[in-house]
């Protein structure tokens, strides 16, 4: 007589798709190494929905359109910045499908967008979350996709930079554990045992468990042979012809970030090194300048005005040339003070430029030159370059306002007009086309900077140092970001700006050199201290405005000029007073509805207001759910909006406690074991910052000081305050 055959409980199958996920995400854990995908979270939630989908067993007529959902949603996370249910993105996805899909006719593999290969690659996760659900549950057979899992591992910790030493441990221990599940429960299903009936037998899968631990342990910690084999990398390089790309290289590798010479090709992977180079203690927030260019190839940049090197003044360094001048005489100026310290052995030849230098204070024997025309101020003693370890600047920065910047004139010298007009003949129309209709309807020179500058946040260009193309011999760098590939770095966003405003008759100029770098605190006389490191080497934009010289712009996504003209108080009070306008319209409407609630002499008056309340309700219950809904994509900069203008002895605390709720809510809980300094690390680790433990610091200040501190919520506090916010990423 044959036995009946035993069927698993609803948690048996729980335990087994459980390890089945945890198999699969062994092949998803790579993927930040191997690829440019950042966000990896986002697949592996998406696997994990899969599998959770599945386990309910729903039919096929609610499955598939669910799955299907979370698919589209899971691209919408990746690639747009637009709410999900507005459905602008549809279009969009459907014109780059059909692109793809003529790409895929002709077998154009390499041309494919990163939209399609992640939509590609989400079905490949479906398929597979299908065929797992099919091994473990139907044929109750999973070894052959054990053993692929670890040759993948095996392979990519061989020959790419993923270092699978626990990956393989993990793999081992999962696939021996759900082999041993799958092959008892056959035996029991086969010989009719009831052990599947009730709860989970514990009995036999936790000394399953044991084992394979155990051994899994002693394997990793037991001394390893030697390699009988020489490592095949190099091998196989050699043998292909390929060359490895060292730091700063220009072939086809990743080159690492840091400040270099050469300009006139630009494009390409770079990976961020953040090797201290100089620590800065000023009294002031800006960018360090160190050169300009003024040519534009159309592949990068070059200097073509002739120069000479003039001799510098360390009392009077004030030595300019037309090109080198920075603002014009008669601005008002502010007189700040600026140290440097190198680090050991990454000493520069020459200057950080803070601002208009006044006098330069280093060894007595330093002989300074300044190019007269990228205002790059070299240092010799000898006649021999020499890098200078520590120097201290006087240097002045102007006072600016909108109001002055807003009447500036199209009224430029002759030097300016000729070298700082110029675009190469083979620019493409569309980008002249670009600028000019973006900028057609701003009354000023100001406003159309400004225009150009906020136009790529606006248009949702990307910041990618990994998937950056090097335009081809008939692409324009600046045309390719702009129209083809729409993410880049600085270099794209501040070339792409300057092309942009010289098209419409607009001077300017690139400049390089490093952004202000990490804060570390402030010293007891208010200086503050910066360390910079080699991924702070950046590149912005310089405009020239008559009367005032050149202006600083920022047009790369994520980055904040420091260098900030002041509002006119006189435009500002009229903006203020703008949101209060509607206090009163709101008021009358609810007298007339309060007025209409007591009249109940119509009934059809009434029957109508009901419907139209009814639908408010409605209305404002769906706009609360969904503002609840996609709350991490605006509560950051609803709370920058809030704190920007508060002031006052409580303010700080406030907002520091407001910062502590934006972290749970974005998922950077405080674990009930941390003190506050050990939640400020935890914080500054996840954010890649040191402004979180500054601020916990005051905050525990304020907690046990009797007296409240009226200027905590100073610039300092509340720009370290609003830096920690932009980087909470949802």
Same mark, same amino acid.
């Given at each position: ?9 609803? =948690? ?36 994990? #929905?899969?599998? $959770? ?10 499955? @598939? ?21 507005? @459905? ?32 590609? #690659? ?17 044929? +109750? ?17 061989? @020959? ?25 429960? &056959?035996?029991?299903?086969? !010989?009719? @045992? ?49 060359? *490895?790309?060292? !730091? ?22 770079? !990976?961020?090194?953040?090797?201290? $180079?100089?620590?800065s203690y000023d009294n002031a927030r800006h960018y360090w300048r160190i050169e300009t260019k003024e040519f534009y190839t159309g592949k990068g940049w070059e200097n073509k005005i002739p120069t000479t090197a003039i001799p510098v003044d360390a009392n009077q360094p004030s030595a300019q040339t037309d090109h080198t001048k920075i603002w ?34 280093? *060894? ?11 205002? &790059? ?52 129309? +569309? ?72 098209? $419409? ?14 804060? %570390?605190?402030?010293?007891? *006389?208010?200086?503050? %201290? ?11 934009? %310089? ?16 980055? *904040? ?29 609810? &007298? ?29 219950? $769906? ?18 909006w809030k704190y920007k203008r508060k002031s006052g002895s409580e303010t700080f605390e406030e907002a520091f406690e407001k910062l502590l709720w934006l972290l749970k809510i974005y998922g950077i809980k405080r674990q009930p074991a941390f003190t506050l300094r050990e939640y400020a690390l935890y914080v500054d680790r996840a954010l890649d ?26 610039? =300092?506090?509340? %720009? ?11």
């Open positions: 007589m044959q036995q009946s055959k035993q069927q698993p409980s609803t =948690l048996h199958i729980l335990v087994l798709y459980g390890l089945g996920f945890l198999l699969l995400w062994e092949w998803l854990r790579p993927l930040k190494d191997i690829t440019t995908t950042n966000d990896v979270n986002i697949f592996v939630m998406y696997t994990m #929905f899969l599998f $959770i989908v599945t386990y309910f067993q729903l039919p096929f007529w609610i499955s @598939f359109p669910v799955k299907l959902g979370a698919l589209l949603y899971a691209l919408h996370s990746l690639y747009f910045v637009d709410v999900f249910l507005s @459905f602008k993105w549809v279009p969009y996805l459907i014109e780059d499908m059909s692109y793809n899909l003529t790409l895929l006719s002709n077998q154009n593999w390499n041309e494919m967008t990163s939209l399609s290969r992640s939509l590609l #690659f989400f079905i490949l996760l479906w398929l597979v979350s299908y065929l797992m659900h099919y091994w473990l549950i139907q044929t +109750r057979r999973i070894f052959l996709f054990f053993l692929i899992t670890v040759i993948y591992i095996s392979i990519l910790d061989t @020959f790419t930079a993923y270092d699978a030493k626990f990956a393989i441990i993990r793999t081992v221990f999962i696939g021996l554990l759900l082999i041993g599940i799958l092959r008892m429960m &056959k035996l029991i299903e086969t !010989e009719g @045992f009831s052990l599947l009936k009730g709860k989970f037998p514990v009995l036999w899968v936790a000394p399953l468990s044991g084992v394979i631990a155990l051994s899994s342990a002693l394997g990793f910690i037991a001394p390893k042979a030697s390699p009988i084999w020489p490592d095949p990398v190099p091998f196989i390089q050699n043998m292909s012809g390929k060359e *490895d790309v060292g !730091e700063g290289g220009k072939g086809k590798g990743i080159a690492k970030i840091g400040y270099g010479e050469n300009d006139s090709q630009l494009g390409g992977p770079f !990976e961020f090194d953040y090797t201290p $180079i100089f620590k014009e005489e008669g601005l008002e100026m502010k007189d700040n003070t600026a140290r440097i310290e190198a680090e050991k052995g990454k000493a520069y030849p020459f200057l950080m430029i803070p601002g208009k230098l006044t006098k330069i204070d280093a *060894d007595p024997e330093t002989v300074y030159q300044l190019d007269g025309v990228k205002g &790059k101020i070299s240092t010799f003693q000898n006649g021999d370059e020499v890098k200078l370890s520590s120097y201290v600047m006087n240097y002045q920065l102007p006072v600016l306002k909108e109001a002055q910047l807003k009447e500036s004139t199209n009224s430029y010298p002759p030097y300016i007009n000729e070298p700082y007009l110029q675009l190469p003949k083979t620019l493409p129309k +569309r980008v002249k086309d670009l600028a000019a209709t973006i900028t057609a309807n701003q009354p000023t020179i100001y406003d159309k900077v400004k225009t150009v500058e906020g136009y790529f946040a606006k248009e949702a260009y990307g910041y990618n140092t990994i998937e950056v193309a090097v335009p081809k011999d008939d692409e324009d760098y600046v045309d390719q970001f702009l129209f083809e590939t729409r993410k880049g770095y600085c270099d794209n966003f501040s070339t792409s700006m300057v092309v942009m405003l010289r098209s $419409i008759g607009i001077p300017s100029r690139w400049v390089k050199g490093f952004t202000p770098g990490t804060f %570390e605190g402030t010293n007891e *006389d208010g200086v503050r %201290e910066y360390t910079v490191t080699n991924a702070n080497a950046h590149s912005w934009v %310089e405009v020239y405005f008559s009367g005032i010289g050149w202006v600083p712009f920022e047009p790369t996504r994520g980055f *904040d000029n420091p260098f900030k003209p002041e509002k006119d108080t006189q435009e500002s009070k009229p903006a203020a007073a703008a949101p209060n306008q509607p206090d009163k319209p709101e008021k009358d409407l609810s &007298k007339e509805k309060s007025a209409s609630a007591k009249n109940t002499s119509s009934g059809s008056f009434l029957k109508t207001a009901g419907y139209t309340a009814a639908g408010l309700i409605v209305f404002m219950l $769906i706009l609360a759910g969904l503002a609840y809904l996609f709350r991490k994509k605006w509560l950051r900069q609803y709370m920058i910052t040191k402004d979180m433990r500054i601020l916990a610091k005051a905050y525990e200040g304020v907690q046990f000081s009797p007296k409240k501190q009226t200027n905590l919520w100073s610039d =300092l506090h509340q %720009e370290l305050w609003e830096n920690l916010i932009k980087r909470i990423r949802p």
